[in-house]
């Protein structure tokens, strides 16, 4: 079992930015992949970054060149850098985890999936106000 759980969100004029962070913690080995989704009121959840425990990353064309992902040197916190932030990117955003394979290809399966995801944070709210 793996637990996750999310800080960091918060409200930001458009045009700002802001940083989520995720810490996970149990069972290091049941998860080689950590995301982010998020979802807007009224709309189905989005993947927007992924990052596999080998380097592999992959982010949503609509969030690409403005999000960045990472993690620390433990593989146990990963973060959401959030850049040039847009009233469309208000939404719940979470974390998320599970086992995948590491090719580009696969990454993006999981990112348009939400089934493909094992383990869920409970979510931090972001907000962006133009």
């Known amino acids: 079992q793996v637990q996750l759980m999310e800080s960091g969100g918060g409200s930001v004029q458009a045009g700002g930015s802001l940083r989520v962070s995720c810490v996970a913690s149990?069972?290091?080995?049941?998860?080689?992949?950590m995301a982010w989704f998020r979802q807007a009121p009224g709309q189905a959840r989005e993947g927007i970054a992924i990052l596999h425990a080998v380097g592999t990353i992959h982010y949503a064309d609509s969030v690409k060149g403005r999000f960045t992902i990472s993690q620390d040197n433990a593989g146990n916190t990963v973060y959401l850098e959030m850049n040039n932030l847009k009233p469309e990117d208000t939404a719940m955003y979470y974390c998320?985890?599970?086992?995948?394979?590491?090719?580009?290809?696969?990454?993006?399966?999981?990112?348009?999936?939400?089934?493909?995801?094992?383990?869920w944070g409970q979510g931090t709210q972001v907000t962006i106000s133009s």
């Open positions: 998320a985890a599970g086992l995948s394979g590491s090719r580009p290809v696969t990454l993006v399966e999981v990112l348009k999936d939400t089934g493909k995801v094992k383990y």
């Open positions: 149990g069972d290091f080995y049941a998860r080689n992949f």
